[in-house]
């Protein structure tokens, strides 16, 4: 009955009830019952497209069912309804309009079937994620928006002329399996990776994310990369450069989440060296590879989503953002603080969580295919994410030093969303055959073997024991980490100031000259065209007269010549 109903519609239908519904109670039941309807809209639809349209002669697939799209769209409205119950006692009612409208974008790029209705989601997408940023109210929450909104264009025009190169070349805007061999298909790729917080151009996430609110951030850090990486999966999966890309995202995050001194721009980097991993994932493009990037990045959301809910409930209780401002939370937020814990395990692919079921599978699938250095570089890269978020980020804002602050732990409705987000990430460790058959391919993998077990354990302790040995060194400041973005922060404003300085004394002179010259203009035509001026005083007729015929004579002669 329902599989012809595009799913996006119940949230964009949320969203505008959420705008126009007055009463603080009405409103919170729209935003958590609309993405469930959505949930159940999504497994209604089957696979194959069930809704097509036209535009300007083009056929447009709106809806195409298949078992990745189903997969993503499902995590999405699960984050949805989640990210509601933490977010609606406390958001203002534009973030939450804009949440579920963000949120709908998501689960459009999901099912479109054509490239011309992913870029419209794709847009839609941008333009409220933006709002989201924006409704952190702050003066550093705006100016990030704009960068973050600026960015998000540049990418959208990017993969715009990608996608009119495609159908020029091609005559077909379909989703399908590409290969970045001329100038469309390698727009189309930069466009995306663009949205998946590849670098160099990746410091819009760690600008924005942390300035948004504490529950704006939450949604963030689920939509924007992981459509991303669907549409990797869709439109290039097996793409070689890819590994390269995904293995440079891991370490990035890596490093400047290790330098970070800000809770939640800590978080925002591992989110570019989770990423990393799936992009690895994609560009091996096995069918084990594509399970491993689509189960990763299920369990990504949830447990990223946990970690920015526990960050978020720090910053709001205390006012604090920076990791030398905390310490000794345990105290007064217990649950806050369990909830944190499990999601850095998570997040650190730790035995008996989310995290080590899913990303295990995408370094079984480098050894299958024999890329023997990947597997250890992204053995090694687990070992970095323990020490940056499965460690640092708990231990300097739960444990450390004792800063004499007594918050309040979360209050209900974050407690539920965060205790169901940890449950989450327990439950797919313990049990990973209830994710497995949702996956696009059929799994023949089992994670518990006992060698791989040890090896992931013996990895992550010793990484521990080095992060307690090198602690007397790691010492926070209070300065951030500028990437590129160093050159539109740092380097576009020093440019000014040194081209106004060089050019002042020629721009001087320069504008010394206009005004003398104008003021010579002004002379000249007040000596002509005054009483006095030849212009200016009354002649007699026949002088008038004699002009009149030398003007037309001159007419005459230059009409018969020419």
Known sequence: MFEMFPPALALIGGALLTALISSRQLRAVV??????????????????????????????????????????ATIFAIMSATGAVFAFNHARRTELVAAQLYAAGAVGVSFAGDLLTLFVFWE????????????????????????????????GVILKVGIEGLLVTTGSLDIRPLSAHDFSTWMILIGILINAAAPPLSSWLSDAYPTASPTGSVFLSAFTTKTAILALILLFPGESILVGVGLFMVFYGIIYALLENDIRRILAFSIVNQVGFMVVAVGIGTEMAINGASAHAFAHIIYKALLFMSAGVVVM????????????????????????????????????????????????????????????????????????????????????????????????????????????????????????????????????KPGKVLFYLQLLLFSGLAFFLLLPWMKRTLTISLDVDWLWRRGLPLLVKYVARVGKPP????????????????????????????????????TTALWIVLLLMVYVFAYYLF
């Open 507 to 542: 721009v001087s002179a320069l504008r010394s000259r206009l005004q003398q010259g104008a003021g010579l203009l002004t002379a000249t035509a007040r000596h002509t065209m005054g009483h006095t001026g030849p212009l200016g005083r009354s002649w007699e007729i026949g």
């Open 317 to 448: 209780r205390t006012g604090k953002h920076l990791c030398t401002d905390v310490g000794g939370l345990f105290r007064t937020m217990p649950v806050t603080m369990w909830c944190g814990v499990i999601g850095a395990l998570a997040i650190s692919s730790f035995p008996l969580t989310s995290g080590f079921t899913t990303k295990t599978l995408i370094s079984q699938a480098a050894v299958g295919e024999g890329l023997t250095t990947v597997y250890f570089l992204l053995a090694a890269a687990s070992a970095g994410v323990f020490l940056h978020a499965g460690i640092k980020f708990p231990w300097f804002v739960f444990f450390q030093k004792d800063s004499g602050l007594r918050p309040k732990d979360a209050p209900w409705n974050m407690r539920i969303a965060m205790i169901f987000f940890a449950f989450l990430c327990i439950l797919i460790g313990v049990y990973p055959q209830l994710l497995y058959p949702l996956l696009p391919y059929a799994v023949d993998y089992h994670p518990y």
């Open 31 to 72: 935003v958590i019952v609309a993405p469930l309807i959505c949930l159940y809209l999504i497994w209604q639809v089957p696979d194959g497209v069930v809704v097509r349209g036209a535009f300007l002669g083009y056929p447009l697939e709106l809806v195409e069912g298949g078992p990745v799209r189903r997969l993503f």
């Open 124 to 155: 839609i997408m941008a333009l409220f994620s933006t709002v989201v940023v924006w409704c952190g109210g702050t003066e550093s929450a705006r100016a990030a928006g704009v960068r973050y909104a600026i960015m998000h264009l540049l990418g």
